[in-house]
């Protein structure tokens, strides 16, 4: 049987010129305690959604040196919840534009249970909450200070084809513009006939587009083995958390 090791909600922490703090939960559903030391590391996004670190001399819009965060070293019990909060102390004259790094967690061993399991079934949609296992991960604190809100569009459509047991799936390629990230998720919906009812087959949750890459590729598995010929399918990047309500952009192809 599978089970959780730690869940942590948010998934990535937003400050702004209106909300100078936040805070961050991790709460402990295990049968042992789990102790974490946190800190900083700076990483930049990639077109296909990894990350490189930022090498010693490169020019980067860090938000470690401007976010304090307490406590450096927590340990939660089985059942339990500990909160991380965050205090953005933006500096005089600081240009307009957007900041980050990554909390790393690093679990401490000699304090800590043996590792858990855990089963993911793929992307999530976006609520906030994600599970790790007995690991170190990472997560985004943003600082937006100034920015405007990004313009993004679908560049290309492309379908993969089924592999060795995998589904079929799109391919996207999305490009952005501004000075801030995008945050939302990605929905494809079908309808297979002007009487049939709209059907989603495929999404993705919590996408963000980071300020520092234009473009951004992914794809999508689809429900479906393959779609029927003649059916409508819509492809949309929608806004989610300070986005709610931004439909960034859409677009609806026949399938032959």
């Known amino acids: 049987m599978a089970t959780a090791d730690m869940l942590i909600s948010p998934t990535r922490v937003l400050m702004n010129n209106d909300n ?5 939960v991790l709460r402990n559903p295990s049968d042992g305690p789990r102790t974490y030391r946190l800190s900083w590391e700076d990483k930049r996004a990639s077109e296909d959604g990894g990350y490189k670190p930022i ?14 965060f307490s406590p450096r070293q927590i340990t939660v019990g089985p059942g339990e919840n ?28 000699d304090v800590s ?26 997560i985004p604190v943003v600082v937006r200070h100034d920015t405007d809100t990004p313009m993004v569009s679908i560049k290309t459509v492309k379908a993969v084809p089924a592999k060795g047991g995998e589904r079929v799936g799109l391919e996207l390629t999305l490009n952005r513009e501004g ?23 495929g999404h993705y949750g919590e996408l963000s587009i ?9 794809t999508i598995p689809l429900r479906d083995a393959r779609i029927p010929e ?13 986005y709610e309500g931004v439909l960034w952009a859409e677009q609806v192809f026949q399938t032959k």
């Open 210 to 218: 980071y300020h520092e890459v234009d473009q951004r590729t992914l």
């Open 20 to 24: 100078t703090s936040a805070t961050m």
């Open 113 to 138: 249970e043996p590792n858990a399991t855990f089963e993911s079934s793929g992307p999530q949609e976006g609520v906030g909450v994600q599970v790790f296992m007995q690991m170190s991960f990472s």
């Open 179 to 201: 000075n801030a990230s995008s945050y939302g998720k990605v929905s494809v919906e079908m309808q297979r006939d002007a009487n049939s009812p709209v059907e989603q087959i």
């Open 82 to 109: 500990q909160t991380v909060r965050f205090n953005w102390r933006p500096p005089a004259e600081l240009p307009a534009g957007e900041y980050r790094s990554h909390l790393l967690l690093q679990v401490i061993p």
């Open 230 to 242: 003649g059916a409508l399918v819509r492809v949309a990047y929608e806004g989610l958390n300070e």
């Open 55 to 68: 090498s010693e001399n490169e020019e980067w819009s860090s938000a470690k040196d401007m976010v304090r």
